[in-house]
T-cell receptor
């Protein structure tokens, strides 16, 4: 596609429910990132995928968070047993790959846990 | 060591003024320093980036100044316009190895007409 696409754009869920957030990166981009942006805050790194390498999961805040990337393209971020503190905008970005650091961001998914 | 510290948190400048946003990093392995611009409801968009082998880079009205010895870099916006009002984030990463972008906390810039 023309840009990084994220869905849904907005998600309201009840505390304790599981949610799945989807990211469709730019075609041909081998690197994919997930970030979390809380209200008025900076971008908190969550996870990074590069090609077929093992993902860098060092930013995942708890074992309730997981992500996968199927076929080196679409990625899904899953949050289990959501908590109110999980409310934030979840941003996905992609870049061409190693040595090409220009990352393009999607518009994000605004998650609200009530 | 992975942190990037950004200041100020907010900045108000009159149209035509030159806002300056500063960032400092600790990890000397960082070798890529981008600035992102974010409008409300949108994802961040790359504005300009610099590698540590140069001390300054200009693109249009935007300039990055880089001081490798001080581990600091800054964004200057020349002839600022109300349309430049946005949140600006600095970031740092490594071209090779751990390539995740580490972001500063952001600066909310307002350019008054």
């Amino acid at each position: 596609g023309a840009g990084v696409s994220q869905s849904p754009s907005n998600k309201v869920t009840e505390k304790g429910k599981d949610v799945e957030l989807r990211c469709d990166p730019i075609s041909g981009h081998t690197a994919l990132y997930w970030y979390r942006q809380s209200l008025g805050q900076g971008l908190e790194f969550l996870i990074y995928f590069q090609g077929n390498s093992a993902p860098d999961k060092s930013g995942l805040p708890s074992d309730r968070f997981s992500a996968e990337r199927t076929g080196g393209s679409v990625s899904t971020l899953t949050i289990q047993r959501t908590q109110q503190e999980d409310s934030a905008v979840y941003l996905c970005a992609s870049s061409v790959g190693p040595g090409q650091q220009r990352a393009f961001f999607g518009q994000g998914t605004r998650l609200t846990v009530v | 060591q992975q942190q990037v510290k950004q200041s100020p948190q907010s900045l108000i400048v009159q149209k035509g003024g030159i806002p300056i946003i500063n960032c400092a990093y600790e990890n000397t392995a960082f070798d890529y320093f981008p600035w992102y611009q974010q409008f409300p409801g949108k994802g961040p968009a790359l504005l300009i980036a610099i590698r540590p082998d140069v001390s300054e880079k200009k693109e249009g009205r935007f300039t990055i100044s880089f001081n490798k010895s001080a581990k600091q870099f800054s964004l200057h916006i020349m002839d600022s316009q109300p349309g430049d009002s946005a949140t600006y984030f600095c970031a740092a990463s490594m071209i090779q190895g751990a390539q995740k972008l580490v972001f500063g906390q952001g600066t909310r810039l307002t350019i008054n007409p």
